[in-house]
T-cell receptor, first 113, second 112 residues
Framework: DAMVIQNPRYQVTQFGKPVTLSCSQTLNHNVMYWYQQKSSQAPKLLFHYYDKDFNNEADTPDNFQSRRPNTSFCFLDIRSPGLGDAAMYLC????????????FGPGTRLTVL | QKEVEQNSGPLSVPEGAIASLNCTYS??????FFWYRQYSGKSPELIMFIYSNGDKEDGRFTAQLNKASQYVSLLIRDSQPSDSATYLC????????????FGTGTSLTVIP
């Protein structure tokens, strides 16, 4: 089945230790997104790629970076995780354009010690 | 980020009743509207999307859109305990159509 896959599902890191989260898709969608979701809050859009074009949200901290080496894969790098970065990180994809819905992966739960 | 607001609840309804979930949005240029269901600890799952004013029905779910009032709602008929979850409203961004913004969600509990 076509899907959005995230690895790992659970990630524990230490304060200040860089971490990379992975997302892959078999839907061949043009757009890939990264969201941060904290408990009882809305998913917060961090950035998205339309093909290779990177679009950063204005309020996304510099501590968060992303890479999309090809259509299928997208990575979220947190350079120096702080305690406030503990959250669920959601990857999503879309064909792109106004009338197309998003599909989410299962998420990666990040814990920062 | 664009503003999307939902009545946060929690909303409790008895099994078999109609649950009504509401959402308002600030960006008048928004054109696509989505309802997601999110179980605790899980990722959002798309339930319905609507683009045109009026009603759209899919099984027990009906989405209603009023662009003039910047209002979108979701009705769940014959509510079941398995419908107990948080329901997220999402709208697209005006500029590119590729940006989606979410409300904080409404927690629904269906009481058997």
């Amino acid at each position: 089945d076509a899907m959005v896959i995230q690895n790992p599902r659970y990630q524990v890191t230490q304060f200040g230790k860089p971490v990379t989260l992975s997302c892959s898709q078999t839907l061949n969608h043009n757009v890939m997104y990264w969201y941060q979701q904290k408990s009882s809050q809305a998913p917060k859009l961090l950035f998205h790629y339309y093909d290779k074009d990177f679009n950063n949200e204005a309020d996304t901290p510099d501590n968060f970076q992303s890479r999309r080496p090809n259509t299928s894969f997208c990575f979220l790098d947190i350079r120096s995780p702080g305690l406030g970065d503990a959250a669920m990180y959601l990857c999503a994809t879309s064909r792109g354009g106004i009338l197309n819905e998003q599909f989410f992966g299962p998420g990666t739960r990040l814990t920062v010690l | 980020q664009k503003e999307v607001e939902q009545n946060s609840g929690p909303l409790s309804v008895p099994e078999g009743a109609i649950a009504s979930l509401n959402c308002t949005y600030s960006d008048r240029g928004s054109q696509s509207f989505f309802w997601y269901r999110q179980y605790s600890g899980k990722s959002p799952e798309l339930i319905m999307f609507i683009y045109s004013n009026g009603d759209k029905e899919d099984g027990r779910f009906t989405a209603q859109l009023n662009k003039a009032s910047q209002y979108v709602s979701l009705l769940i008929r014959d509510s079941q305990p398995s419908d107990s979850a948080t329901y997220l409203c999402a709208v697209n961004g005006k500029d590119t159509g590729n940006q989606f913004y979410f409300g904080t969600g409404t927690s629904l509990t269906v009481i058997p």
